[in-house]
């Protein structure tokens, strides 16, 4: 295994808050602070990788997080079998917006998609996105987070297709309680979400013969 170690000199967790970090929406912080999401996803890339997400702290001495990841063997792995039902077919390479006012969510969503080989540009608010939006008219894509201060997620996506009429929208949200119809170019993906229901979820809103538009 590599060990990647990153260690604060912060605050701090006493035992019952380090043992609910990585549930998915648990956080300490306050409203509009953070979502709880970051940990979360870092320990389920971990996981999918044959890895672990190690914590170790003390109160008033910091924290320590160790990510573990198995070294890869040097001879190329033979290749896999062709893709089932159960796994969806890579998309083409398109430009993809993405929006959340988390950082560490956006980090990874954008993360998730440049893997597959998609462009991105990255906006931390409603606003910022529809600017993108309108001075990049050959964004294929968006995908938003819900929950974000200012505009939430529906809001901008009302804005968005107004201006953008159709642009196929992937709505990320951990709660249940948007209800108002958005369209048939958005669909929604619970979080936290990995890389396959990501694509799922991107294939839902291209809608099928949908190519993606060049870079």
Known sequence: YVRLSVADE???????????????????????????????????????SGGQLVLKSVPGQGTTAELWLPVSPNAAAPEGPAPTRDQPSPLPPMLVIVVDDDSLVLTGTCSMLEEQGHAVLAATSGGQALELAATHPNAALVVTDEMMPGMSGSEFIRQLHRARPGLPVVLATGFGDVQEPLGAATVRLTKPFDQRRLLEAMHAALGPGRAGVPR
């Open 10 to 48: 912060g605050m701090g967790m006493d035992a019952a808050t380090m043992a609910r970090a990585v549930e998915p929406f648990f956080t300490t912080k306050g409203v509009g602070k953070g979502t709880g999401l970051g940990l979360p996803m870092v320990h389920g890339l971990a996981v999918q």
